[in-house]
């Protein structure tokens, strides 16, 4: 595939003092998988990082499709588009060359639409279209298709699956829910095969007597004078909706059987995204555990925001003698003093990620610097991406070894 524009820049991290090892980078950890999940508590950048690992494959090569699930307006325009939609959507070479983001190979992009993925489901498995029209039509499955909860982890994976299996992608970068929600994706194919293959479905299917069997006689009179009075017949729209979805089931099954081996498939890396604030970096372990106990592969641990800039082991005096000639007086007590503020932060991220990195057995995360702006566009977005591909310096190394010019970009930014 032909260059598009300049390749990314490669910094120079490979030697010296806190470097990551030769083949621990993100590009060695991620070769050869088809699909990367990005877990992870909400509000740690999630959303952008799983942009920028599409960018950044993208930018060396493969043919990569990014899912998220995030609406914001800021990461349709980090991605140079006006929207972002349930459809697939190709990212335009020439608004990649016109902010200086090289690519050799192409980025699509897509936010994931709970109903309209259930929808091509339903259409694809279907056998006629008097069956199609019936299972959409059906009140009950226009709730169940749009509800908050359960849907966009059901929906993301029946994606996934979609993706994997009918496109040509080299890698599918997936954006899931908040962690507080990852239990259930994680979940969801396995709870998902319990009901259909379970008891409780057989009886839903079952035609005729299903009040007095599922809610008891008593009960059943009770739904019958809602229906008369309201005009909604709760147990009929229930029970038509389990008849219509009956001849679907099969392929339904076969697809939740696809996904929940895909999970687990070698070719799959789940990457942890957290970062060093203390309820974000205490989700993280937990997530590692169940990913363990599920038998799914963590490919790495990702530490969004982090502080690099300090004082570099250096006292506040003499950050501000070594300043004083090039900043003056004034300028470099004000730099030096705060610098000291950020050197709390500092060590604090440093212990965190010490602490992550033992807990979950990932001696050399992955480490993007703390940002004092959002990501808004292409540029920015292949900034971030070039941390997490280019990136290696622990947090000690690093603070140390760039004391001085930490330094000067707060002078530019305090003058």
């Known amino acids: 595939m032909a260059t598009r524009g300049a390749k990314p820049k490669r910094s120079r991290t490979a030697k010296g003092n806190g470097a990551r090892p030769a083949g621990d980078g993100l590009l060695e950890r991620l070769e050869g998988k088809r699909v990367c999940i990005c877990l992870g508590a909400g509000g740690v950048g999630k959303t952008t990082t799983s942009a920028a690992i599409a960018l950044g494959l993208a930018a060396r090569g493969k043919k990569?499709?990014?899912?998220?699930?995030?609406p914001a307006e800021r990461l349709a325009?980090?991605?140079?588009?006006?929207?972002?939609?349930?459809?697939?959507?190709?990212?335009?070479?020439?608004?990649?060359?016109?902010?200086?983001?090289?690519c050799e190979g192409e980025l699509w992009a897509m936010m994931h639409d709970s109903k309209g993925t259930f929808d091509e489901i339903v259409e694809r498995l279907a056998r006629d279209e008097h069956e199609r029209e019936e299972i959409l039509a059906n009140p009950i499955y226009r709730e169940l298709s749009t509800a908050v909860a359960g849907s966009q982890e059901l929906s993301a994976i029946a994606k996934l699956y979609e993706l994997r299996h009918e496109r040509d992608f080299d890698t599918i970068v997936l954006d899931t829910p908040?962690?507080?929600?990852a239990v259930d994706f994680l979940e969801t194919p396995r709870r998902l095969l319990a009901f259909l293959e379970g008891r409780a479905l057989r009886v839903f299917l079952s035609p005729g007597g299903l009040a007095a069997r599922v809610f008891g006689r008593s009960t059943g009179i009770?739904?019958?004078i809602f229906a008369r009075v309201t005009g909604v017949d709760m147990l009929g729209d229930l029970s038509t909706f389990f008849r219509s979805l009956s001849p679907i089931l099969d392929g339904f099954g076969e697809r939740t059987r696809g996904v929940n081996q895909l999970l687990r498939d070698p070719t799959t890396a789940f990457m942890i995204v957290t970062s060093p604030e203390p309820e974000p970096a205490r989700e993280a372990p937990f997530l590692a555990e169940r990913l363990a106990?599920?038998?799914?592969?963590?490919?790495?641990?990702?530490?969004n925001r982090v502080h690099f800039d300090g004082l570099g082991d250096r006292s506040v005096e003499q950050v501000r003698e070594l300043l004083e000639p090039d900043l003056g007086e004034r300028l470099a007590q004000r730099v030096a003093g705060n610098l000291a503020d950020f050197d709390v932060l500092v060590r604090r991220d440093r212990e965190t990620i010490a602490r992550l990195a033992e807990q979950l057995s990932q001696p050399h995360p992955i480490l993007v610097p703390h940002m004092d702006e959002e990501v808004r566009d292409l540029a920015g977005l292949a900034g971030v991406a070039e941390s997490l591909f280019e990136g290696g310096r622990d947090p000690a190394a690093r603070n140390g070894a760039t004391g001085s010019s930490a330094a000067r970009r707060r002078a530019r930014a305090l003058s």
């Open 293 to 303: 106990a599920a038998k799914m592969p963590l490919g790495g641990l990702i530490v």
């Open 222 to 224: 009770v739904f019958a």
């Open 64 to 70: 990569v499709a990014v899912v998220t699930i995030d």
């Open 77 to 102: 325009s980090a991605l140079g588009l006006e929207r972002l939609s349930g459809e697939l959507t190709p990212i335009d070479p020439a608004l990649l060359d016109e902010q200086g983001v090289g």
């Open 178 to 181: 908040p962690s507080r929600n």
